[in-house]
């Protein structure tokens, strides 16, 4: 049975935006790695049917806190909520990990020279229906027969996600669900994620390096430093208002500028000395008017729908998208930051 003809079934199932509480309320918590202190003093809350998308560099405490969450990991200190009630750590239930709460680790683990069949039944709470229609929505339904060993690393992705949907949770931690696909199996996992939140109304929380899958996806996006919740918004605030060179980074390819830069760059800012400006690509131009900066072409990077050319101007390097290629290394060119664009300030 296709997915698009079975996909009304059971939508109703998994509604689960009746709640008034927040579905998970987090509160000052603490966790360690070993001796080291991986989360420290975190506090947000996930509302009913949120996307919630985590950001930060390698060992800045994401994949602890999603396992703090989810029940695998015991806390030092702090309070996880699930709908009002705490969650429980390893330490505190002999089975590690909330029934409600789906964890799907990086690495996808499944087990080997089993039936796929065989294997997801093995978790199958729902009606043989609903798992037909989880099996359609993951783009698994053909490999059900197949055994386990047999499978590329996008496939067994989808089935280890299609194991967690058919226990019925409310909420879904994707650990890096992106990093070790091709660009075909990510434009699928992209899809299968935009059909699981419209059946099911799901809410998420999800942690990736990139970039483009956080901002096009999140409807909240949360920073990470260090163990600490550094900063949250939507994205298109982190990403056009960036607070510091660090959220610059994560959000995006960006160039740090003097004020005086930015002022010649475009004279109706109110600058000020003490800042250093934030420039997106294509918040760049090129102009014929000579009283804007000069720069000089370094690089010219062919990126298939664009070339990224990079930029030295008053010994400062800028990037600039640019849909065709109309310069040559050495080139001399005008630049002014792009009409409209309304750049932000930060101290660091």
């Known amino acids: ?42 506090s947000f809350v996930l509302n009913e ?11 800045s405490g994401k994949t602890t806190l999603l396992k703090m969450l989810s029940g695998f990991l015991q806390p030092e200190k702090g309070e996880i909520l699930f709908k009002g009630e705490k969650v429980k750590g390893p330490n505190e239930q002999l089975i590690a990990g909330h029934p409600k709460i789906a964890y799907l680790s990086q690495y996808f683990e499944l087990r080997n020279n089993y039936y796929v069949r065989d294997f997801l039944e093995m978790a199958e709470i729902v009606s043989k229906e609903k798992a037909q229609l989880i099996y359609e929505i993951c783009r698994i339904a053909h490999l059900l027969n197949r055994r386990t060993n047999a499978l590329s690393g996008g496939e067994r992705q989808r089935i280890a996600l299609a194991r967690l949907l058919i226990t019925s949770p409310y909420l879904l931690l994707l650990d890096e669900p992106f990093s070790h696909l091709d660009f075909s199996h990510k434009e699928i996992i992209r899809q299968v ?10 809410s998420f929380i999800l942690v990736s390096h990139d970039v483009s899958d956080l901002l096009s996806w999140a409807d909240r996006l949360l920073i990470m430093q ?34 005086d830069l930015a002022k010649r760059l475009d004279p109706s800012l109110n600058v000020n000395s003490d800042f250093f400006y934030c420039l997106r690509p294509a918040q760049i131009q090129l102009t014929n008017d000579s009283s804007f900066a000069v720069a000089t072409v370094m690089e010219i990077i ?47």
């Open 302 to 348: 062919f990126f298939g729908n664009y070339f990224m050319v990079s930029l030295l101007c008053d010994d400062q390097v800028i990037q600039m998208i640019h849909l065709t290629n109309e310069f040559q290394v050495g080139q001399k060119i005008y630049i002014r930051i792009r009409e409209g664009e309304n750049i932000k300030p930060f101290t660091s």
């Open 1 to 42: 049975m296709e997915y698009s003809t079975t996909c009304s079934l059971i939508s109703s199932h998994f509604n689960y935006s009746m709640y008034n509480q927040p579905l998970l309320s987090v509160n000052q918590l603490s966790g360690k790695i070993g001796e080291n202190n991986a989360v420290n003093t975190i």
């Open 193 to 202: 994620l935009r059909d699981i939140e419209k059946e099911f109304g799901t």
């Open 226 to 259: 260090a163990g600490r919740i550094i900063t949250e918004n939507k994205p298109t605030i982190l990403f056009h208002q960036p607070t510091d060179s660090y959220c610059a980074g994560l959000t995006g390819p960006f160039s740090k500028i003097s004020s």
């Open 49 to 59: 049917g949120e996307k919630l998308a985590i950001a930060g560099e390698t060992g």
